[in-house]
């Protein structure tokens, strides 16, 4: 009699998968007994629901832990999803991702060099610094990246600073804060100058609705700015992880930017960079106190040789690289979010927010 039970719960729950879902995705069961999609973890909106919500009566930690996770061709980890809450698939080619999110992305007009601390005029067009005032005194304190030409992209805890200071503007076009035009001279005397950098007021800001304050966790925002800004050599937008092959690579090197501190403990004018190598992270990290367990779903890591590093001032700057999948195009991977407090002074991973996993939501937030 038991065994029939069993197999008629089965039937039904089969029969009101198929019922209610169409999508190419596959079918599972919800840890509640109800259809769902099996799909990449970025894609279930309701994950941290899902995740938190307490085990059922009745149902064994065993048979929760199996409604939670589901095996999916070509994804690390896949969830089971109610239909309600599944985000479709991306494709750079639809129209409700190409016309917020620019193909045109991630190009410099920059002459490669050799490679330096300091950056060139045009070697970053989208790095965007991002200007603050408190008690009456503004400062530039954190970094972004322009992702088209009304938003940029950077961390959470610089929307919702923990000091009080209020964001006012975004800059773009800068690259040497000490001159009011950026220009390379060359060998032969001649000169090549930028237009002067743009300043743009905020007309809004979207924090991601789970982020953390005291872990850092989900540390990213978007800024809409007040007007729309025309791209020039010296601003362009950074590619993001639109396509699931591009979101999906591993690549050991990454380059980061700011204007952060050196190793001097002293705001740099010029924009600098530097290359840092993809690490696991650290499973736990002692964070305002807090002993806090890192996410590799929603976070990543990458240190840097000879004490080279991300520091204060950096955060919400991009982590990214030239990606061969798109034609050597500059793809952003990380935001800078926080690392330890001495920086440049000893060897550890910065963390990063993993933007491969916010694309969804990146997408769903972006206005017209």
């Avoid at 009456?136 to 950077?154: A, P």
Wanted: glycine share 6%; net charge positive.
């Amino acid at each position: 009699m038991m065994t029939f039970r069993k197999s008629l719960i089965c039937l039904l729950i089969a029969i009101s998968v198929c019922s209610v879902l169409s999508q190419s995705d596959p079918v599972c069961v919800t840890t509640t007994f109800k259809a769902g999609y099996c799909v990449a973890i970025e894609r279930c909106r309701n994950i941290l629901a899902i995740v938190q919500s307490p085990t059922p009566p009745k149902q064994s930690v065993q048979n929760y832990i199996k409604g939670i996770n589901c095996t999916l061709p070509g994804e690390a980890r896949g969830v089971c999803c109610q239909p309600k809450e599944t985000v479709p698939e991306i494709s750079q080619s639809e129209p409700h991702v190409s016309h917020k999110l620019p193909e045109d992305c991630g190009t410099t007009s920059y002459s490669k060099l050799a490679w330096a601390n300091e950056t060139e005029p045009f070697q970053y067009p989208w790095m965007v610094a991002l200007r603050f005032i408190k008690n009456g005194i503004e400062s530039d304190q954190c970094g972004g990246s322009l992702i088209n030409n009304r938003y940029v992209l950077t961390a959470a805890h610089c929307v919702q600073t923990p000091d009080g200071s209020k964001l006012i503007r975004v800059r773009l076009g800068e690259q040497d804060k000490s001159k009011p035009i950026d220009c390379i001279v060359y060998s032969n005397n001649e000169t090549m100058c930028a237009d002067p950098p743009v300043d743009v007021e905020i007309a809004s800001t979207v924090v991601y609705p789970q982020y953390n304050s005291s872990t850092l966790l989900h540390d990213i925002a978007l800024i809409r700015m007040a007007q729309e800004v025309t791209f020039t050599h010296s601003i362009k937008p950074i590619c993001l992880p639109v396509r699931k092959d591009v979101r999906n690579l591993l690549l050991q090197t990454y380059t980061v930017a700011g204007w952060g501190m050196t190793e001097n403990r002293k705001k740099s004018d010029v924009l600098l960079h530097a290359q840092l190598d993809r690490v696991e992270c650290p499973r736990t990290l002692f964070i305002n106190m807090l002993s806090v367990k890192l996410s590799k779903d929603y976070q990543m890591c990458a240190i840097g040789r000879n004490l080279i590093d991300s520091c204060r001032g950096d955060s919400g700057g991009p982590l990214g690289f030239e990606v061969r999948n798109v034609g050597a195009r500059f793809v952003q991977y990380g935001i800078v979010s926080y690392g330890v407090a001495s920086c440049g002074k000893v060897s550890f991973p910065g963390m990063y927010t993993r933007v491969s996993s916010y694309m969804y939501w990146i997408i769903d937030n972006i206005r017209p």
